[in-house]
């Protein structure tokens, strides 16, 4: 059966747009300076962002809506923001409001230019791997070798207090972000440590950080540039699965929501190449609706939807079929 994919986006989008609290609304046109640049299809004057009637918090300049629904089709809604942001949540702006009461003056002030840490503070990471909670769980499954293969690959970093660092590294080698994650030996998170980044730990609080997806840097690799690209929500998954399934690119985005779907420059690496999302089962149908989206974007993009056929219901990844996997052949 065919499907207007036109019809269905715009569906989608009504359905982002009603969920909204009506505490946030587009901006209603009052001239060439209420419109602004898309940060997808990069038209000016095509683009209406959010704000706050309450006029207590300010949104960055790519939570809105570009007026180009059948040619572009970009919207990112303060719901997505907040889902990808939870610490944002309901954070009062006074910092940013507190000589003026102004929206669209407090909107038009430049945004801080991304910053990116020193290559050495990741490199100064890449040790003590003997107290390191990941890579000492994954020799449940992996021996030595492949766990050095993993460590390599990803260059995955050890705090002092033995959790892990999942570092995003982009093709040009720049350092975006580091989010620790400390795990028990069953390779199951340690949900009574919640993950941090590195720059709060270093006191850099005001970092001005843009997350990439986790694997980014072997995008750029030689033999990986025609191999296709798979997408799953875990760091975890993507390292368990470059090892198991190693025809493959995995790249991580972190969680169900993870980096800025929305933005083309989480998927500008990806153009021209075939990618493939493997979401958790309970986000399949999330991660359906964003791929009609990125098609758009000029990704060549499909969803597996093999885990959800096989354990509807069900938070499962990937990972977690490969590991019982791996846990039977050792038996």
């Known amino acids: 059966m065919r499907v207007n994919i ?7 989008k009504k359905i982002f747009i009603d969920m909204e609290n009506y505490r946030f609304e587009l901006e209603k046109y009052r001239g060439p300076g209420t419109r602004h640049e898309c940060p997808a299809c990069k038209r000016k004057g095509e683009f209406a962002r959010y704000f ?41 702006d006074t910092d940013r409001h507190k000589n003026a009461g102004n929206y669209r003056q407090t909107q038009r002030q430049p945004e801080k230019p991304v910053e990116y840490f020193d290559v050495k503070i990741m490199q100064a990471t890449l040790s003590s791997y003997g107290i390191n909670s990941f890579t000492s769980a994954l020799r449940m499954i992996f ?28 093709s040009a080698g720049r350092v975006h972000y580091g989010k620790v994650m400390h795990y028990l030996p069953d390779l199951h998170r340690d949900k009574s440590r919640h993950p ?20 980014s840097h072997l995008l750029s690799v030689p033999e990986n540039r025609h191999r296709a690209v798979c997408v799953v929500e875990s760091e975890k998954t993507a390292c368990i ?76 990844d990937i990972a977690d079929i490969l590991i019982e996997g791996k846990m039977k052949n050792k038996i």
């Open 6 to 12: 036109e019809g269905f986006l715009l569906r989608v």
């Open 52 to 92: 706050d009637k309450e006029r207590k918090y300010t949104f960055p300049g790519h939570v809105g809506r570009c007026n180009r629904e059948s040619s572009c089709g970009y919207i990112y809604t303060p719901k997505m923001f907040f889902a990808e942001n939870p610490g944002e949540h309901a954070r009062p």
């Open 143 to 170: 021996d030595d070798t492949q766990i050095s293969n993993i460590i390599e690959r990803y260059r995955l970093g050890t705090t002092k207090s033995g959790s892990v660092i999942f570092w995003q590294v982009d």
């Open 196 to 215: 941090v980044g590195v720059h709060s730990l270093t006191g850099k609080r005001d970092f001005s950080y843009r997350q990439i997806f986790f694997g």
């Open 241 to 316: 699965c470059s090892e198991v399934l190693s025809g493959y690119v995995w790249l991580a985005t972190g969680g169900k929501y993870g980096v800025k779907w929305m933005e083309r420059s989480a998927w500008s690496e990806l153009t021209g190449r075939r990618v493939i999302l493997i979401p958790d089962v309970d986000a399949h149908g999330l991660w359906s609706e964003k791929a009609a989206i990125f098609r758009r974007f000029g990704v060549d993009v499909s969803v597996s939807d093999e885990l959800a056929k096989a354990a509807p219901g069900t938070q499962l």
